[in-house]
Every structure is written in structure tokens, then in C-alpha cells.
């Protein structure tokens, strides 16, 4: 439970506010962390790609982030989450042996 925890905060927190940051979207700590974490929920849902992008969309918007802003993070998220998929398949294999 304690790793899942550390995984959400700094895998799934810290890495979007990051992304916002980069993109230079400011916003509200608080406000920030209430939303990812139900985001991280909805994109669990195995539903298809899509449903994440859209959960950005309808819970950032009303804290005034821009829908472009929302997408953007979203689709960042997935192609870093791919490139780390890509990096630690190599280890997964290996450890099958």
C-alpha cells in the first residue's frame, strides 16, 4: 500500500504538475492534487485510449486550465509512460528467465 502510495505521488503527481509546469500552466497545488488523483481512478478503467484525455479535460477546465493545455499534459503523459514501458521491458524479460 505504501509503495502504491509513493507510485501516485511522485509517479502519477509530481511527473503531470511537472508536465504543467514545462508547458508553463500554473496552478493551485491543492486544487491540482485533488483532480489527479481521480484522474489516475478514471484512466485505471480500461475503457481505451481516450477516456483519460478526457478526464484531463473535464476536471482541469473548471479550474481554468485550458482545454489545449489539458490535452497536451494528457498526451505527454502517454507517450513518456510509453517511453518508460519501452526502457524497463528489457529488465521485465530478463527477470522471466
Known amino acids: 500500500m505504501i509503495y502504491s502510495f509513493l507510485f501516485n505521488l511522485i509517479g502519477v503527481g509530481l511527473a503531470n504538475l511537472i508536465l504543467f509546469w514545462s508547458l508553463g500552466i500554473n496552478i493551485d497545488l491543492l486544487d491540482y492534487f485533488s483532480v489527479i488523483f481521480l484522474i489516475s481512478i478514471v484512466a485505471s478503467i480500461p475503457a481505451g485510449v481516450g477516456l483519460k484525455e478526457w478526464a484531463y479535460i473535464a476536471y482541469f477546465a473548471p479550474l481554468g486550465i485550458s482545454i489545449l493545455g489539458a490535452v497536451m499534459v494528457a498526451i505527454l503523459n502517454r507517450f513518456l509512460q510509453g517511453l518508460v ?8 524479460l530478463k527477470s522471466k528467465k
Do not use: E, S, V
Open 85 to 92: 514501458n519501452l526502457a524497463a521491458l528489457p529488465i521485465y
